[in-house]
């Protein structure tokens, strides 16, 4: 019983459980409904992962091997993020730093989040227990019942939130009636992802990757059909609550989501391209002509991607968003606002990756040393080059993130399909830092660590009193997970359990040098943040993200800054 009970309540679990209870604790009253919806999501993810474990039920989902299924990590850990960020800004309400449109705003985002990681789970409890199937229950009770019951229990605290908001009764059902939306495209675009890329990904990460990915392209679509039905059906309020968002984050948000949008594009163009093509070749002729398909090919990937961003991105933004600029054309003029500023840490930057990846690639193919502390020096230069950023020019990293993530999803599409000139030369680049949580399909963790540190970062525009809160994935990535690999794989004796790799050590090193590395920054920002008064919750901050990377089988780089930031917020 006792060796039942312990296997239950492994190491990942008790931290993801303190984390959650640490975020419940500093909810205000005001935001119950959201608090109650957070503590069931907590308990049904909980039992959910305990239930289906080791279930071959879930076999059709070919998760990334050696990882635990990450169920409730991955439920808990955007939702939580988000009502981290509500009770930052609800501390904003007695100054006027903020308005009602910013907290509803926030308010949908964290339902709308929480009902994708509730569709996940009843989707896993549907598979693990089918229909007719009652091998499997939760403590006698079948999956569906257990399903039904979530459902309901967070629809009435939904209803009850939005309630409380004085919302009319058909706003509050078109809002409910959005976020259900929510949990069905996230539970659609799993099962894909997951069928399209096999073991690429457990379900918790790629639960964290789908209920983003159908966060920010719900927030789109909600502009977008808010603006259709003012204009059809003369409506002057918006179905469902969304926020302004500065020119920045709408031109990221624009241009991100066309690229995410472009394989589809892409495809269809080639499908046209075939039914225009004669197909009455002879194999010899087809034969002779694979390099010139090839060729032919790959300049209508380079004009498809083209007329994306250049033509229906920002006619989509004009129309949605009222940007009444070409993106780019406001991006040039943004950048050379402050040409010298800018421009300067521009070729920092550029002197930086390039010093960098030449020095890390020779020694990739000259040197033994494991690819694991070959990638942490990435993470220490991702230090050097956003520290200096965040302090002096935060604004303009948020678009250089951006810039960087869709030079990354090019990159990785010329890749993937093998484009001419350049897909054999990344293929072959990017195999010089893999390691076994990347697979033959998808590179995913140059994506992770760059996303590790620009979400919060990102999250963190507009009011913030928490000065650190930016510096949560750089602190996190950057400095506590590589000074924990570095130490315990050159130091480390005692293991955290007998069959992992994480040493006492190690994380002893990764919080200890956060710890410093927060000093420090603090006394840099000088932002009257009382050190003083704030101690204990930083410390309880640096802790537990650093005893979760010490045990947790997920992929950190997703989780850490995530959860960091969370706690940074409270």
Known sequence: MAARLADLCNGERVVVFLFVFSVLFSTPSSLAPEA?????????????EISTEGSRNLSQFKTRLGASSGIFLGSVTMPAAMLSRLILLTRAIPQHHVGSEDISYMSMLY??????SFGVLILCLTLQNPPGDTSSRLGG????????????????????????????????????????????????LIRHILHKF????????????????????GDMLALSLSKILSSLLFMEHAFVEYGTKSEIHMVLQGMLLGLLLFPSFYKSVLYIRCLLTSSNKSGAQLGRGWAYVGISRSMLFYFSLLAMLILIVPAWMMFAEDFHIHPLQWVVIFVFTEPLKRTTLCIYWISVICASVFRFYNISKQSKIERILLRKYYHLVAVLMFVPAILFEPTFLDLAFGAALAVFLILEMIRVWEIWPLGHIVHKFMNAFTDHRDSEILVISHFSLLLGCALPKWMSSGYND??????????SLGIGD??????????????????????????????????????????????GYILSQHWVPLLLAVTLSGLLEAYTAQLDNAFIPLVFYSLLCL
């Open 111 to 116: 339902w709308a989040v929480s009902a994708c």
């Open 198 to 217: 096999p073991y690429c990904a457990s379900i918790g990460e790629a639960l964290l990757v789908t209920s983003g990915l159908v966060l920010y392209a």
């Open 466 to 475: 928490r000065p650190l809160v930016p510096f949560a994935g750089i602190l």
């Open 141 to 188: 009770v079948p999956a569906s019942i257990y399903s039904l019951f979530c459902t309901i229990f967070y629809m009435c605290s939904c209803y009850l939130s939005l309630s409380a908001k004085s919302y009319a009764a058909w706003h509050a059902t078109m809002n409910l009636l959005w976020y259900l939306c929510h949990g069905i495209a996230t539970v659609t």
């Open 36 to 48: 109650a919806a957070l503590l069931i999501l907590s308990f049904a993810a909980l039992l959910t």
């Open 482 to 527: 590589t000074m924990a690999s570095m130490v315990g794989h050159k130091y480390g004796v005692l293991r955290w359990s007998k069959t992992g790799k994480k040493t006492i050590e190690g994380t002893v090193a990764g919080i200890a040098s956060v710890l410093v590395a927060c000093f420090i920054l603090l006394h840099l920002a000088s932002t």
